[in-house]
C-alpha cells in the first residue's frame, strides 16, 4: 500500500509540473491532486450530502408505557 502512495504523490508532483507549464496563467500556484482514492470518496460525500439536502422530515411519536403493580 505504501507504493501506491508514493505513485499517487509523485503522480501529482509531476503532473502538477507539467500542467503549470501549460497553464502557467491559470496554475502557477496550484496543486493538481491526483490519488486513486479521490475520485470515488467525492462520491460517497456528494451522494451523502445529497441525501442530507433531499431529507423530508417526519413527525416523531415517543411512547411511554407505565406499570401498575396490582396485589
Same mark, same amino acid.
Given at each position: 500500500?505504501?507504493? *501506491? #502512495? @508514493?505513485?499517487?504523490?509523485? $503522480?501529482?508532483? $509531476? &503532473?502538477? /509540473?507539467? /500542467?503549470?507549464? !501549460? $497553464?502557467?496563467?491559470? *496554475?502557477?500556484? +496550484? *496543486?493538481?491532486?491526483? #490519488?486513486?482514492? =479521490? @475520485? %470515488?470518496? /467525492? #462520491? @460517497? !460525500?456528494?451522494?451523502?450530502?445529497? =441525501?442530507?439536502?433531499?431529507?423530508? %422530515?417526519? %413527525? $416523531?411519536?415517543? /411512547? &411511554? #408505557?407505565?406499570?401498575?403493580?396490582? +396485589?
Amino acid at each position: 500500500m505504501m507504493a *501506491l #502512495g @508514493f505513485v499517487g504523490a509523485a $503522480f501529482t508532483r $509531476f &503532473q502538477t /509540473l507539467r /500542467l503549470q507549464k !501549460v $497553464f502557467p496563467s491559470v *496554475l502557477a500556484d +496550484q *496543486l493538481i491532486s491526483y #490519488g486513486s482514492c =479521490q @475520485f %470515488p470518496t /467525492l #462520491g @460517497f !460525500v456528494v451522494e451523502r450530502y445529497k =441525501q442530507v439536502e433531499a431529507f423530508v %422530515p417526519e %413527525p $416523531f411519536w415517543k /411512547l &411511554q #408505557g407505565m406499570k401498575w403493580d396490582v +396485589q
